[in-house]
Antibody
């Protein structure tokens, strides 16, 4: 079955760029939407954005100016870059596959990776 | 985009039924049958329980059911069990081709 694994630095300095990669195993990355979702400690889920394997993207309007997503089908990976981070970007970041119509549901999810923004 | 509105908490006794509501607008919940529900236990990744308003993925007990009326979607859990105690989140596709989540509901099994 498909499994997702997030990877990247756990600590990022304020004003720098957060970079994460999600590796997909057990299946092909092709022909699906792939999303990033985050969750600050003790708070709810926030959808960051998604990328289709063609490279087409949709981003959360509140983050759009700082977000870039990319996909590497040869490596079965997709990535997130979030620029100009502040402490408010500290959260557990999840990657997930979009299923159902318009990739509107997420299954499966990665285990999540904690990213802390601090100097 | 504004978060969908969920009650902060609900509770019920084992064997009972509970319903969690999720209210949006005509641009999200009311405009599309693309509402999903997720269960999240502490320290774990969310798990998809319902998609496209009322469909259950393989392996999800039929005690979990979903519905929608107008701009409000609902998740009903019947025959409540101790392991159902968790946080529940709804989400919806939007007219901007984005996805928005609800604020989450903490379910306590008394």
């Amino acid at each position: 079955q498909v499994q997702l694994q997030e990877s990247g630095p756990g600590l990022v300095k304020p004003s720098e760029t957060l970079s994460l990669t999600c590796t997909v195993s057990g299946g092909s990355i092709s022909s699906y939407y792939w999303s990033w979702i985050r969750q600050p400690a003790g708070k709810g889920l926030e959808w960051i954005g998604r990328i289709y394997t063609s490279g087409s993207t949709n981003y959360n309007p509140s983050l759009k100016s700082r977000v870039t997503m990319s996909v590497d089908t040869s490596k079965n990976q997709f990535s997130l870059k979030l620029s100009s981070v502040t402490a408010a970007d500290t959260a557990v970041y999840y990657c997930a596959r979009g299923i159902a119509v318009a990739g509107s549901s997420f299954d499966p999810w990665g285990q999540g990776t904690l990213v802390t923004v601090s100097s | 985009q504004s978060a969908l509105t969920q009650p902060a908490s609900v509770s019920g006794s084992p064997g009972q039924s509970i319903t969690i509501s999720c209210t949006g607008t005509s641009s999200d919940v009311g405009g599309y049958n693309y509402v999903s529900w997720y269960q999240q236990h502490p320290g774990k990744a969310p798990k998809l329980m319902i998609y496209e308003v009322s469909n259950r993925p393989s392996g999800v007990p039929d005690r979990f059911s979903g519905s929608k009326s107008g701009n409000t979607a609902s998740l009903t859990i019947s025959g409540l069990q101790a392991e159902d105690e968790a946080d529940y989140y709804c989400s919806s596709y939007t007219s901007s081709s984005t996805v928005v989540f609800g604020g989450g509901t903490k379910l306590t099994v008394l």
